[in-house]
């Protein structure tokens, strides 16, 4: 899946861009489930094409310095994560040394960029805009997010743009591919360096497709792993002041290419919305998912401490209650052996296929002790089930009135396969269809 970013100063009307781009016909738009979508990211899908896009802006500056510091770190985090960075510049402003700044560094990158000109609301900025062709790009995109002018050749050449995403969706079959996500100082590294230390994991680190980019694989108990991207998470931001919703880009990148992830929580500041936005993520895209309660040793305990907090995780995150949670410190390696057993549990159920005479003996059983609702004065039927694939597990049910199933017995059923058959970790994905038809 490619991820698209929009990169610019403050003010420039990135946000606006962001929804224009979001409300145009066509763009079909995907909540996260479990949360309510964060206006900063959203994966769309336009005339087939997936992607991400990221709003990189709504930044406070202190003060110039301050900006322009920022900006660096938006744009070298918008070269290293995106796939194509839309630039947005101001008409109404006008061109100034920020933008500049920025240009030069988009410029020495390989990555496509496009020039958007926005605040063109009229006749009058469209001559202005011209004075952008200093920033070096062939051609610039005049537009006005808040009318909507200008959108269709700026999708366009957005679309045109991306990559042809096959990396993303070749996974190696042999291999489970892990991600270890979360908030910046959670303790990622220090977690990775744990299991690869204590767990003698490393085979020979091979470079990936970019300078930065380094997957480890492994093996455990005879089998073939490996973990994504660690040297990004190891490497440390230049700047500071590490922005959050950045990890975010980097979290959706890792996830597009991984089976199994690794959420790292931190057990001392407990679960926040970017904790779930990127669970809702790994969800949204059937990826099995393990809660990782890191720091464990910095909480006080007592004997029902890891049941009140585990409650709480469940709680929090509701979406996810199929998902294993471990409690480690990555400081003392207190329980971070118990990470790659859990993995390997989970793989299994990813990659589990059930026959379809099992799979129709828990179908009638779960119709005769909980009934389908009538629908529009008809009784829904299911005739038999069938799985279609694995990573993850998906199943499709044939019936006489594919569209009249509601979510909740969706979820009924869903129950129904997990007691049956676990699929601990897994996300299950059920469609119903019209038996002699698709629905
Ligand atoms: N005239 C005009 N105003 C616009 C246009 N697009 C955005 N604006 C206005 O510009 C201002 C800033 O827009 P935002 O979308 O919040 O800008 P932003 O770049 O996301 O700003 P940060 O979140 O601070 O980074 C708002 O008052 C918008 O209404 C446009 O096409 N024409
Ligand atoms: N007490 C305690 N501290 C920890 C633990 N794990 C990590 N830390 C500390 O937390 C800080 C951040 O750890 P990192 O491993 O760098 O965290 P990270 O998630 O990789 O951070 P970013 O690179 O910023 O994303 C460091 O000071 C670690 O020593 C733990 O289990 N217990």
């Given at each position: 899946?490619?991820?698209?970013?929009i990169v610019g100063r403050?003010?420039v009307g990135k946000?606006?861009l962001?929804?224009?781009?979001?409300?145009?016909?066509?763009?079909?738009?995907?909540?996260?489930?479990?949360?309510?979508?964060?206006?900063?990211?959203?994966?769309?899908?336009?005339?087939?094409?997936?992607?991400?896009?990221?709003?990189?802006?709504?930044?406070?500056?202190?003060?110039?310095?301050?900006?322009?510091?920022?900006?660096?770190?938006?744009?070298?985090?918008?070269?290293?994560?995106?796939?194509?960075?839309l630039f947005v510049v101001d008409?109404?402003?006008?061109?100034?040394?920020?933008?500049?700044?920025?240009?030069?560094?988009?410029?020495?990158?390989?990555?496509?960029?496009?020039?958007v000109v926005n605040?063109?609301?009229?006749?009058?900025?469209?001559?202005?805009?011209?004075?952008?062709?200093?920033?070096?790009?062939?051609?610039?995109?005049?537009?006005?997010a808040?009318?909507?002018?200008?959108?269709?050749?700026?999708?366009?050449?957005?679309?045109?743009?991306?990559?042809?995403?096959?990396?993303?969706?070749?996974?190696?079959?042999?291999?489970?591919?892990?991600?270890?996500?979360?908030?910046?100082?959670?303790?990622?590294?220090?977690?990775?360096?744990?299991?690869?230390?204590?767990?003698?994991?490393?085979?020979?680190?091979?470079?990936?497709?970019?300078?930065?980019?380094?997957?480890?694989?492994?093996?455990?108990?005879?089998?073939?792993?490996?973990?994504?991207?660690?040297?990004?998470?190891?490497?440390?931001?230049?700047?500071?002041?590490?922005?959050?919703?950045?990890?975010?880009?980097?979290?959706?990148?890792?996830?597009?290419?991984?089976?199994?992830?690794?959420?790292?929580?931190?057990?001392?500041?407990?679960?926040?919305?970017?904790?779930?936005?990127?669970?809702?993520?790994?969800?949204?895209?059937?990826?099995?998912?393990?809660?990782?309660?890191?720091?464990?040793?910095?909480?006080?305990?007592?004997?029902?401490?890891?049941?009140?907090?585990?409650?709480?995780?469940?709680?929090?995150?509701?979406?996810?209650?199929?998902?294993?949670?471990?409690?480690?410190?990555?400081?003392?390696?207190?329980?971070?052996?118990?990470?790659?057993?859990?993995?390997?549990?989970?793989?299994?159920?990813?990659?589990?296929?059930?026959?379809?005479?099992?799979?129709?003996?828990?179908?009638?059983?779960?119709?005769?002790?909980?009934?389908?609702?009538?629908?529009?004065?008809?009784?829904?039927?299911?005739?038999?089930?069938?799985?279609?694939?694995?990573?993850?597990?998906?199943?499709?049910?044939?019936?006489?009135?594919?569209?009249?199933?509601?979510?909740?017995?969706?979820?009924?059923?869903?129950?129904?396969?997990?007691?049956?058959?676990?699929?601990?970790?897994?996300?299950?994905?059920?469609?119903?269809?019209?038996?002699?038809?698709?629905?």
């Amino acid at each position: 899946m490619s991820v698209v970013a929009i990169v610019g100063r403050p003010n420039v009307g990135k946000s606006t861009l962001f929804n224009r781009i979001l409300g145009t016909r066509r763009a079909i738009v995907e909540d996260f489930p479990g949360v309510t979508r964060d206006r900063n990211y959203a994966r769309i899908t336009r005339y087939g094409t997936p992607f991400v896009l990221i709003d990189t802006g709504g930044f406070e500056p202190a003060s110039e310095d301050h900006l322009l510091a920022q900006m660096r770190e938006q744009s070298r985090l918008a070269i290293e994560e995106a796939d194509v960075i839309l630039f947005v510049v101001d008409a109404r402003q006008g061109l100034t040394p920020s933008d500049e700044d920025v240009a030069a560094m988009l410029r020495r990158s390989e990555k496509p960029v496009l020039y958007v000109v926005n605040k063109v609301d009229g006749f009058s900025q469209e001559a202005a805009a011209g004075e952008f062709f200093a920033l070096g790009g062939d051609r610039l995109f005049s537009v006005s997010a808040e009318h909507g002018r200008g959108m269709d050749d700026l999708i366009e050449a957005l679309l045109e743009a991306l990559p042809a995403s096959a990396k993303n969706d070749a996974l190696a079959e042999d291999e489970t591919r892990l991600a270890v996500i979360g908030r910046p100082n959670v303790g990622k590294s220090s977690l990775i360096n744990r299991m690869i230390g204590a767990e003698r994991l490393v085979a020979n680190p091979t470079a990936g497709t970019t300078r930065d980019s380094i997957d480890t694989p492994f093996a455990y108990n005879k089998k073939r792993y490996v973990l994504i991207d660690t040297a990004g998470i190891r490497r440390k931001g230049r700047v500071q002041e590490k922005l959050e919703k950045y990890s975010v880009i980097q979290s959706l990148k890792a996830m597009e290419r991984a089976h199994v992830v690794l959420v790292v929580l931190d057990a001392e500041e407990g679960v926040t919305d970017q904790d779930l936005t990127v669970a809702g993520y790994a969800l949204e895209r059937g990826r099995a998912v393990i809660l990782v309660v890191n720091k464990w040793d910095l909480v006080e305990k007592d004997q029902g401490t890891m049941k009140k907090f585990t409650e709480n995780v469940r709680r929090a995150f509701k979406f996810l209650p199929f998902a294993p949670i471990v409690f480690v410190s990555a400081l003392s390696g207190q329980r971070v052996s118990k990470i790659m057993g859990e993995v390997e549990r989970v793989s299994v159920e990813f990659n589990r296929q059930v026959p379809t005479s099992a799979l129709n003996k828990v179908l009638e059983e779960a119709v005769i002790s909980h009934a389908p609702p009538m629908v529009q004065g008809k009784r829904l039927k299911f005739y038999y089930m069938t799985q279609t694939g694995v990573r993850p597990p998906s199943f499709v049910v044939f019936g006489n009135h594919a569209a009249g199933v509601h979510f909740s017995y969706e979820r009924y059923l869903a129950n129904k396969l997990r007691e049956a058959f676990g699929f601990n970790g897994c996300p299950i994905r059920l469609t119903f269809r019209n038996r002699g038809g698709r629905e």
